[in-house]
């Protein structure tokens, strides 16, 4: 009796049942006496594709593909299944003859050694989505971007006004000090004065030079407004005004310049002598403040309206008034604070520390002396103080919540607990506690954990925060175990298989490498860290033996000597550490040549970041962002869409950045304990590729800023304004940033340091370019000029500036001289990426500062455009069908693979 869906009198046997090799597959068979129902709905799942269709009988499962895809057969997740002639599908390459003894059927399989038909009708149909199972599934609420946050909370750091810090002791500028300003200013603009009145033609000429430029003269500086203004670095005198100080010398204007200032300085010095102190402190010339990017003084200072102790440059202008006369005025300036002091005068008496003697920090220790912690801390932020005496003065004056902004912003946690440790311990302990949890937000959780071990009540939270290191990447969790040794030796035993997987010759080296370093750095002994270091070893010392890790020869050593085992040191072999032979890629004096090997891979990626231990991060747009391994198999999806991704230096956080119109939203992932936190939308110009786990830099709403990242609501931790023009490029590197503003007239190169204590390092105007000339940001010099020439030699001939040299290179063309080509430039903080195409091939090239050639990648498709990440040790290309290249800048190793 024949069984449903089987059709009579098939033949017994073929002589070649199956395929083999790549076809063109048109169905899939799931054997039911292989595999279970749910195996077979699983592997149907996998294949699934639009267009796919698929039918159950009591034999088996049938997937059919719509259009057929090519697979190779033996590496097939089911039995393949090819069209012979117009309809009929067969499980392999019957002959003719074969095929003729067939009764007509949709299909024809060999099963258990024998030929079966089919029929399509007689199976029942499948639908796969029944078999997905949603109730585990969390419901992620989408993100309404109309309600998007514009802009971080910036008056969180903000530098309050004199008169909001002092209150009623600073008096309000008086009308006759307005109307004063107002006749100042009418007579400089008409020309009349008492210089005027007395001064030659020649000086008149070059006093109004002077005076025009006074105001110009100063160092160009960025406003703060709203945020904790811009630290910079003052340039020194310029040029222009070392030719107004000669030309002032010889018109004659200097002589009569020294004449005034000197009668102001006897005036002054008469006024102390004979006890007009109030008097004398309102005319008095600040000493040991000069400002190095103003030069000489040209004028005389005005009388103060009041004592007011002012967060930004020195009051009044630069006067040489040479040594002796500044050593009498230190004299009367310190009798004049002590006689304040002994009045109780205290504003007044910190106004001459501070204004007058220019000794800012013995101002805020003589402010808290005096219960004036509230003041202190506010005139410490304005005057941009180091950043632990800015969190200790926040801390006394009670205002926990900024202290611990600053503390972000700076990462500064360490050295403001030292401070205050040994006079405030309670201040000390909640700090700790912060910090503790800042570090874990980095994705530092070992460093988290030795940050709050010495509060006793903080272990437990630490002891938790040590078992999630513990369940995370394989390197992570190797070196959590040197912690539990140290801090919970007892505990240890429990890790025994651990510790036994990390001990074998045969496993990863990556994470037993880890492990050596953590135990070598530490400086502690007990049993626990005896019994790592004795259980490893052998394993380590094989490894470096071979260049599997790069521990040096006092670092075994260091292990030998931890171990404290006489049999081991007896047996172990002299620890050989032969020179590792490594060129790293930027200073290769050859390039290296590659050719991407994988085929196109099954998804695009907009983004890719390597995470460490052989992991990448990718982001999928809507799709999401994915954790794939060294092959590009998935291990874990995040649903959270993704455009750009943004490291942290850590490797245990990212930012999932997807850009909507002109708003784009940010979501924190947190790769160890796996969480999506929905930190806002803002609007975006330009923001780093990474960044250190909390605070980030971003251009928004044409203010450079520096976000924290790490809580939602991206609270702004340090800004800047008014740059004088829009922001119309921005590159981010890894210890500088560079930002081309549009000015009135021209544009300039704003260069940044953020590590490790953020400063303006220069601003530097830039010429418009010339024909064949285009500007590319970069630290070396602020700006590169980039000259490319398509028709050189049959190549590209790139000529560039670093560092006031110039450097060139001639890069060959793809496909030869006659074959026309275009290319794209990229900077990176090693060198620049130069991208060719033709419409046949593509290579890129990578050149170092000197214009060295370091790398030739030859790429496999045209015309797609690839996309480029530095990191630290990696550099990282991948292109829209899927392919990723690797190249480990330390050793020039390079490894490619395809997303699947």
């Known amino acids: 009796m024949t069984e449903p869906g089987t059709v009579a009198n098939a033949p017994s046997r073929a002589r070649h049942p199956v395929w083999r090799g790549r076809q063109r597959v048109d169905a899939l068979w799931f054997d039911a006496a292989w595999l279970a129902p749910a195996q077979r709905e699983r592997r149907i799942l996998q294949a699934w594709t639009p267009g796919c269709r698929a039918w159950r009988f009591a034999e088996g499962d049938l997937l059919r593909f719509d259009p057929p895809r090519p697979l190779r057969c033996e590496r097939a997740p089911g039995l393949p299944l090819c069209r012979i002639g117009a309809h009929a599908l067969y499980s392999g390459p019957l002959s ?9 059927a949709d299909l024809h399989l060999s099963l258990g050694g024998a030929l079966r038909s089919f029929e399509l009708s007689q199976g029942e149909t499948l639908d796969p989505s029944t078999a997905i199972e949603l109730d585990d599934y969390v419901l992620y609420p989408t993100y309404d971007c109309s309600d998007a946050v514009a802009e971080g909370r910036r008056e969180r750091l903000a530098v309050k006004p004199l008169r909001d810090v002092f209150g009623h002791r600073v008096p309000a500028p008086s009308v006759q000090r307005a109307a004063f300003l107002e006749r100042l200013a009418r007579g400089r603009e008409d020309g009349t004065g008492l210089w005027q009145r007395v001064a030659g033609p020649s000086e008149r000429v070059a006093a109004w030079l002077l005076r025009r430029s006074a105001a110009a003269g100063r160092p160009a500086t960025a406003s703060g407004a ?87 440059t020195s009051y009044g202008v630069n006067i040489d008034i040479g040594d002796m006369a500044r050593e009498l005025l230190r004299k009367r300036y310190r009798a004049a604070f002590q006689r304040l002091d002994r009045d109780g005068r205290i504003d007044e008496a910190a106004f001459v520390l501070a204004e007058l003697l220019n000794v800012r920090q ?41 202290a611990v902004l600053v503390a972000r912003r700076d990462g500064a946690f360490a050295s403001a607990v030292a401070m205050l440790e040994s006079e405030h311990p309670e201040h000390a302990l909640a700090l700790r ?54 801090l919970l030796p007892d505990t240890l035993a429990h890790y025994a298989a651990r510790i036994e997987a990390l001990a074998d010759p045969g496993a990863p080296a990556p994470p037993r490498a ?47 000597k931890l171990s404290r085992d006489p049999w081991l040191q007896a047996d172990l072999p002299a620890l050989q550490t032969p020179p590792l032979v490594r060129q790293r890629l930027w200073e290769r004096a050859e390039p290296v040549r590659l050719r991407l090997d994988p085929a196109a891979g099954l998804q695009r990626p907009l983004d890719v970041a390597a995470l460490g231990g052989g992991r990448y991060l990718v982001a999928l747009g809507e799709a999401g962002v994915a954790v794939v391994d060294r092959q590009g198999q998935s291990l874990r999806r995040y649903p959270v869409p993704a455009s750009h991704l943004v490291i942290g230096d850590s490797g245990e956080v990212a930012l999932a950045v997807i850009r909507r119109d002109a708003i784009a939203r940010v979501s924190r992932l947190d790769l160890v304990r796996h969480r999506i936190d929905d930190l806002g939308a803002m609007r975006l ?10 605070a980030w830099s971003v251009v928004a709403d044409e203010r450079i800023a520096v976000l924290d990242a790490a809580r939602p609501g991206l609270d702004a931790l340090w ?11 921005a590159q981010y590197f890894a210890r500088d940033e560079v930002y081309l503003v549009r000015e009135r007239e021209y544009a300039s190169a704003w260069h940044y340091r953020a590590a490790p204590r953020r400063a303006l390092v220069s601003r530097n105007p830039i010429a418009a370019p010339g024909e064949g000339e285009s500007v590319y940001l970069h630290p070396q010099g602020a700006a590169w000029a980039v000259f490319a020439d398509a028709q050189a030699e049959g190549g590209l001939l790139l000529a560039y500036e670093s560092a006031g040299r110039r450097h060139s290179a001639v890069l060959a063309a793809p496909s030869g001289q006659a074959q026309p080509f275009w290319h794209t430039l990229r900077t990176l903080g090693a060198g620049l990426l130069a991208w060719l195409q033709d419409e046949r091939r593509a290579r890129a090239y990578a050149l170092n500062l000197s ?50």
């Open 226 to 312: 709203g945020g904790v203004p811009a630290r910079q670095t003052p340039p020194p005198p310029s040029a222009w005004r070392q030719w107004l100080e000669r030309l002032a010398v010889a018109s004659r204007a200097s002589s009569l310049l020294g004449a005034r200032q000197g009668a102001y300085l006897r005036r002054l010095m008469q006024q102390f002598d004979r006890g007009d102190l109030l008097e004398a402190l309102r005319h008095a010339l600040p000493i040991d403040g000069h400002e190095p990017g103003v030069g000489r003084g040209f004028g005389l200072p005005g009388r103060r309206a009041d004592f007011g102790l002012h967060g930004g």
């Open 514 to 560: 880890a492990l050596g370093q953590a135990l070598a750095a530490h400086k502690g002994h007990n049993r626990a860290l005896a019994l790592l270091a004795t259980r490893v070893l052998p394993a380590l010392a094989a490894d470096r033996a071979v260049g599997a890790n790069d521990l040096e020869a006092r670092q075994l050593q260091r292990l030998l």
């Open 719 to 729: 800004s800047v304004g008014d740059l004088g023009g829009p922001v119309a490029a």
């Open 685 to 694: 110009q330009f923001f780093a590729d990474r960044y250190d786990g909390i």
């Open 851 to 900: 214009g060295q050639t370091v790398a030739e990648i030859d790429w496999p498709e045209p015309g797609l455009g690839v996309a480029v990440r530095e990191q630290a040790g990696h550099l990282l290309l991948f292109d829209a069908h899927g392919r990723v290249l690797d190249i480990d800048t330390e050793t020039s190793i390079a490894h490619s693979f395809a997303l699947r």
């Open 362 to 402: 013995e101002a805020l220790d003589y402010l808290v002396r005096h219960q004036r912690s509230v003041q202190a801390a506010e005139l410490a932020l304005g005057w941009d103080m180091p950043a632990d005496t800015v969190i200790r003065l926040l801390m006394l004056a009670g205002d926990r919540e900024r």
């Open 96 to 104: 003719e003859a074969e095929r003729a003894a067939l009764p007509p």
């Open 433 to 486: 506690r912060e910090w503790g949890q800042a570090l874990v937000e980095q994705g530092r959780w070992l460093a988290a954990v030795d940050a709050v071990w010495p509060d006793p009540g903080s272990r437990e939270q630490a002891a938790r925060w040590l078992l999630a290191a513990e369940n995370a990447g394989a390197e992570l969790s190797a070196a959590a175990l040197v912690q539990r040794a140290v």
